[in-house]
């Protein structure tokens, strides 16, 4: 499912935002 994959790519892209927002903070 076209869609399907689209939604799991954005759960992707905002967890690894989260992980770089946290990286950022740290340093």
Do not use: C, E, P, W
């Not at 967890?15 to 990286?23: H, P, W």
Request: glycine share 8%.
């Amino acid at each position: 499912n076209h869609l399907k994959v689209k939604s799991d790519f954005h759960t992707v892209a905002a967890g690894f935002r989260t992980v770089i927002a946290g990286f950022m903070q740290r340093s």
